[in-house]
């Protein structure tokens, strides 16, 4: 199911065995750099592992497999001539559980930047963590502790640290798996009023359980049930008018 845009990635068509058991089947989505994409559904629906087939996160799943067609740009991101590490820098990934490096904050952001060769020297360097950290809401706030550990942060400023090391790189997709699940409601205000500034500049896809989360921070919604997608449109639709029995079910809370 796809709605008219320009598309940035696009899956056609995805299913994925864990062994022998099938978690998604036949699933069609397109995401452009206009919008935030919100996936929800009840837990095991299979939103997670889709958006983890987005920048082969699934590769380090052992039995893991993927069948189906997905470009980034019309690039077939499972070409075997493929850089995974090039694509995952393309395609950044934040994850439930915040999840800095045992490093100061500074090496936390400076660490993909270096490794991709993105700076010249160090005051370079230095320049995209700054803006980096500013972009994630975070500079002010660590802008004195730059050499403390990024471990020592509280939940939501680690999640922000990450989000900054995940655009420090340039990526042009951010996909998030329940950025906010392990935050208190102030931390997960900061982290939506982050996502809204962030949207045009990046395509974000949001995998959350949170039915007012989605509601507010996106402006398409897929809906997940076993494996399969039931219904995407626009996330004013889905929540009041969904097409399908199962997403109206879901979204006037009467299974999940």
Sequence with gaps: MSIP?????SAQHVNVWYGAKQAIADVSLDFGQDHVTALIGPS????????RTLNRMNDTIAGAKVEGDITLDGENIYSPDMDVVQLRA???????????????IFENVA???RIHGLAANKPQL????????????????VKDRLTESGTALSGGQQQRLCIARAIAVDPEVILMDEPCSALDPIATAKIEELIHELKGRYAIVIVTHNMQQAARVSQRTAFFH???LVEYGATSDIFTNPRQERTKDYI?????
């Design 90 to 104: 393309r395609v950044g990934m934040v994850f439930q559980k915040p999840n800095p490096f045992p490093k100061s």
């Design 252 to 256: 006037t809370g009467r299974y999940g």
């Design 226 to 228: 076993l494996g399969t």
């Design 126 to 141: 230095a320049e995209i963590v700054e803006k980096s950290l500013r972009r994630a809401g975070l500079w002010d706030e």
């Design 5 to 9: 845009n320009q598309s940035k990635i």
């Design 44 to 51: 095991g629906c299979g939103k997670s592992t889709f958006l």
């Design 111 to 113: 660490y993909g930047p």
